[in-house]
């Protein structure tokens, strides 16, 4: 089982529309979590960070269920600038590793489309 | 520009070759990561260091790669005797000590490219 799964994707949705990322980690000991934007032949940038209380930023909503090891990302009426991958991201031990480190799930592409 | 700096941008090797980059952190962050990635794939952690030490390296690793940050500032990372497979990105990114919650910092990358 991978550290960080996320959704496969592509997601391909019309501007307006409402899209949900859904994210797991295998460490129930990971301390923080974030989600990181990804632009073509860009270096990653963190968008927010994510907390157990959730959290909010305009458009983007963050959500963490530790007890079912989750994050979820919801993003409302999408727009054609939020076209990017979307890199669920957590401060884990992994498996055989010393210390912790931030662990990236293999990122899930949204396209908006006019 | 305060950021993150990788050098170079872009490097195409032939198979067998030695290649090196280097990351200039940003001036305050004690920790700095490198990291490589595929096309399709999030960024695959290599190794990491605290001040001139380097306290975790990946399992993934091969004795090719090595990597250093002699005065705790800039670092390098080398490759020896290149492979095809060895073709990626290869992001460097630093945090101040790290705590819950504390962002990484991304450099734009070196891209490698192995013929």
């Known amino acids: 089982r991978k550290e960080v799964e996320q959704d496969p994707g592509p997601f391909n949705v019309p501007e307006g529309a409402t899209v949900a990322f859904n994210c797991t980690y295998s460490?129930?000991?990971?301390?923080?979590f974030f989600w990181y934007r990804q632009d073509c032949r860009k270096e990653p940038k963190l968008l927010m960070s994510?907390?157990?209380s959730g959290n909010e930023d305009g458009r983007f909503t963050a959500q963490l269920n530790r007890a079912s090891q989750y994050i979820s990302l919801l993003i409302r009426d999408s727009k054609l600038s939020d076209s990017a991958t979307y890199l669920c991201v957590v401060n884990m031990r992994p498996s055989g590793a010393g210390s912790y480190q931030l662990t990236f799930g293999k990122g899930t592409k949204l396209s908006v489309i006019p | 520009d305060t950021g993150v700096s990788q050098d170079p941008r872009h490097k195409i090797t032939k198979r067998g070759q030695n290649v090196t980059f280097r990351c200039d952190p940003i001036s305050e962050h004690n920790r700095l990561y490198w990291y490589r990635q595929t096309l399709g794939q999030g960024p695959e952690f290599l190794t990491y260091f605290q001040n001139e030490a380097q306290l975790e390296k990946s399992r993934l690793l091969s004795d090719r790669f090595s990597a250093e940050r002699p005065k705790g500032s800039f670092s390098t990372l080398e490759i020896q005797r290149t492979e095809q497979g060895d073709s990626a990105m290869y992001l460097c990114?630093?945090?101040?000590?790290?705590?819950?919650?504390?962002?990484?910092?991304f450099g734009q990358g070196t891209r490698l490219t192995v013929v």
């Open positions: 994510v907390y157990s």
């Open positions: 460490n129930s000991a990971s301390q923080s």
């Open positions: 990114a630093s945090t101040p000590i790290q705590g819950a919650g504390t962002e990484a910092f």
